[in-house]
């Protein structure tokens, strides 16, 4: 689960508006990792996705390819490769740069078109996601969702129903788009975060011989941090810690899931300063842009104490392998 621009003051920030309590601290380890890229010490989240996703550093913007633009190989192929189901879902578009870095290889992160081709041919299994248009509005004329359907999924969307309204057949590929470009903020009403990573693993548990991955992105805190907007880090810190605790109830009922919380990096240099209070907080940022701060990992299930530490974000690939068992797929990449 990855908090997009989720530093330790948008959690803080988030926690004390929320009661002074989160999902997150019923978590057992915790660890720091290194936001950096390849070769700048800020990174964006495509490169960090990639990072995180495949462990290789790369430049920003690149969708899983490294710094040559050679395809690396993802924690979501290696997961599909071993047998597991597979699943996605964002509060941004499904194409956005950080769902991209689990099943697409692409240049340059922009390329939204390019890597909805890629996710139709990646066979995800479950996802939710924003960016309809990418899909059905596209420039080359082909229907992806069309083609999603000939592929065996049930596909549906925002404009014929709520995310909660759609019957769910855990035996067929599962997408629901939750809008045409990107999905709304959670204080304007968009509430199927923490629904739809509920009956993801609840669907994707359901039959699956070999277990499955699954990657929930609260995708809007980092717009928040973009826009230094205090109220908008906090009300999407909540709704994905919500999420959390959807994920955490299935994980402690099945006894076998491992769930692993980071960012991808820190978005606004945002400060909780004097002023703030139980109710209210006075914020403060050093920029609109991402920053270069350690951020936080956190850890439940089997598994969980590889999370304990200090390491790059690349190591956080190497350490799901090894706790899925996939290392031994893979030559070379894992450390
Ligand atoms: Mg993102
Ligand atoms: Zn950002």
Do not use: C
Request: proline share 3%.
């Amino acid at each position: 689960m990855i908090g997009d621009g989720m530093g330790l003051t948008q959690i803080t920030a988030g926690m004390y508006m929320n009661g002074n309590r989160l999902n997150l601290e019923e978590f057992t380890h915790v660890g720091l990792q290194k936001p950096h890229s390849a070769r700048e010490l800020i990174t964006d989240s495509a490169a960090a996705a990639t990072a995180i996703a495949s462990g290789r550093k790369t430049y920003n913007g690149a969708i899983s390819v490294d710094e040559k633009g050679e395809p690396v190989t993802t924690i979501m192929e290696l997961a599909k490769a071993a047998g597991m189901r597979t699943g996605l879902v964002v509060t941004s578009t499904i194409t956005h740069a950080t769902p991209a870095g689990f099943y697409a290889h692409q240049p340059d992160r922009n390329m939204e078109e390019a890597i909805a081709i890629d996710l139709v041919a990646a066979g995800v299994d479950f996802f939710v996601g924003g960016g309809k248009k990418y899909f059905d509005g596209r420039t080359d004329g082909r229907n992806l969702i069309d083609e999603l359907w000939k592929k065996g999924y049930f596909v549906s969307d925002f404009s014929q129903s709520k995310f909660e309204e759609v019957k769910i057949d855990p035996s067929r590929k599962f997408a629901f788009f939750s809008a045409a470009e990107k999905p709304s903020k959670a204080a304007g009403g968009r509430d199927y975060l923490p629904r739809a990573a509920g009956a993801a693993v609840e669907t994707l548990a359901t039959g699956a011989a070999h277990g499955f991955f699954l990657m929930v992105e609260g995708s809007q805190i980092d717009w928040g941090g973009h826009d230094n907007d205090s109220d908008y880090i906090v009300s999407e810190m909540i709704d994905f810690d919500k999420a959390i605790g959807a994920v955490l109830d299935f994980a402690k009922k099945d006894g076998q899931t491992l769930v692993i919380v980071t960012a991808d990096h820190e978005t606004g240099g945002y400060a909780i300063n004097p002023g703030s209070t139980w109710d209210t907080i006075r914020a403060g940022f050093t920029t609109k842009e991402h920053t270069a701060s350690l951020v936080p990992v956190f850890a439940w299930g089997p598994g969980a104490k590889l999370f304990a530490g200090m390491y790059e974000n690349t190591a956080i690939f190497g350490k799901i392998s090894r706790a899925l068992n996939l290392g031994k797929m893979q030559s070379g990449v894992s450390k």
